[in-house]
C-alpha cells in the first residue's frame, strides 16, 4: 500500500515555511531570508520514500494586502489551502501561543482539509515555555526546520493522514516546475541578501532566455524595480553591485543545475509594477478575482 497526496504548507510571514520545505527536499528550492514576505508565489516541492510520496506547496505568507502583489500573495495562499489533502499550518514558537489557523488565515468557515498545527523555531524556546506550549497546544509539533528537530516525526505525522493511492510523480522528483522559475527566485533571493531597506520589495526578476544547448548554461535575467533610484542602488558605483549579485547568483544557479552557468543580468525600471495587475500577470503572479483579495 502506497499514500500520496498534497500538503499546503501556511502560516503568516517569516513563520518558516520555506526552511522547513527545504530541509524537507533536501534541496534548496524555496529562497529564504529574514526579511518577511520572501515567498511571492506557490513553490512546489516533492518529497517520496518507498511508501509515501509528499507533494508539498509552500505558500506566502498569511497578510493584510496593502497593493496588487500582496493580494496576487494572499489569494495564491488561499487557493493553496483549498488544494491541498493536508494543511500543515506553521506559526513561529518565538511569539507565543497562535492564533487558530481559520483566524490566521482571515476564513469565513474553518478549512474543509485536516490541519496539523507545527509550532516552528522551537531551538530559541527556553524549557518553561516550551512546557507552557506542549500544555496549551497537546496536538502540536514542536519542530525547528533550521536544525531538524521534530521534522522526522511531523512528516510520519503527515503521511499516516495522506490518502491511499499510487504515487503522483515519479519518485525521483523534487518538483514540478521549470528551471526558470528556480532560478529567478535564485536571483531574487541574492538581491535580499544584499540590498536593504525597501529596495528588496521592489525587485522582480523575469529570465528572457534560457539555453540549456550551451555549455555553459546560458541565463539571461533581468531585475526590475519601480524607480531609477532604486536602478541605481541595485546596479552600484560602476556596476559594483550588481556584478555582486551576479556572481553570488551564478554559484546558486551552477549548485542548482549541476553545470557551469553564464548569467548575463541587467536591471531596468518597470514603474509601480507591484500595483499594476498587468504587470503582475507578466511576471507570473495570479490575480484574485475583483471580488475577492
Aim: glycine share 6%; charged share 25%; hydrophobic share 40%.
Amino acid at each position: 500500500m502506497t499514500r500520496a497526496g498534497f500538503v499546503t504548507v501556511v502560516g503568516k510571514p517569516n513563520a518558516g515555511k520555506s526552511t522547513l520545505l527545504n530541509r524537507i527536499v533536501g534541496q534548496k528550492l524555496s529562497i529564504t531570508s529574514p526579511k518577511p514576505q520572501t515567498t511571492r508565489d506557490r513553490v512546489v516541492g516533492i518529497w517520496s520514500d518507498d511508501t509515501v510520496q509528499m507533494v508539498l506547496f509552500d505558500t506566502p505568507g498569511l497578510l493584510d494586502p496593502e497593493y496588487a502583489l500582496q493580494s496576487s500573495m494572499r489569494a495564491t495562499a488561499l487557493k493553496a489551502l483549498r488544494d491541498g489533502d493536508l494543511i500543515l499550518y506553521m506559526a513561529d514558537a518565538t511569539a507565543g501561543p497562535p492564533p487558530s489557523l481559520q483566524v490566521a488565515a482571515e476564513l469565513g468557515s474553518p478549512p474543509g482539509a485536516p490541519v496539523v498545527l507545527a509550532l516552528n523555531k522551537i531551538d530559541r524556546v527556553d524549557q518553561p515555555a516550551r512546557e507552557a506550549l506542549i500544555a496549551a497546544f497537546p496536538d502540536a509539533h514542536l519542530i525547528s526546520a533550521r536544525t531538524g528537530e521534530g521534522v522526522e516525526p511531523l512528516l510520519r505525522a503527515l503521511a499516516e493522514l495522506l490518502p491511499e493511492s499510487p504515487f503522483l510523480y515519479p519518485d525521483d522528483e523534487i518538483s514540478t516546475q521549470p528551471l526558470r522559475f528556480f532560478a529567478a527566485e535564485m536571483i531574487r533571493e541574492t538581491a535580499l541578501e544584499q540590498l536593504d531597506e525597501e529596495v528588496p520589495y521592489s525587485i522582480a526578476c523575469e529570465i528572457e532566455e534560457f539555453r540549456e544547448d550551451r555549455t555553459p548554461l546560458y541565463i539571461r535575467a533581468v531585475i526590475y524595480v519601480e524607480r531609477e533610484s532604486q536602478r541605481g542602488i541595485v546596479i552600484g558605483a560602476r556596476g559594483a553591485r550588481v556584478r555582486d549579485i551576479g556572481q553570488a547568483s551564478r554559484i546558486k544557479l551552477e549548485a542548482l543545475v549541476g553545470a557551469p552557468v553564464y548569467l548575463d543580468l541587467w536591471v531596468k525600471v518597470l514603474p509601480n509594477w507591484r500595483r499594476k495587475p498587468a504587470a503582475l500577470r507578466r511576471f507570473g503572479y495570479g490575480m484574485p478575482p475583483a471580488h475577492g483579495a
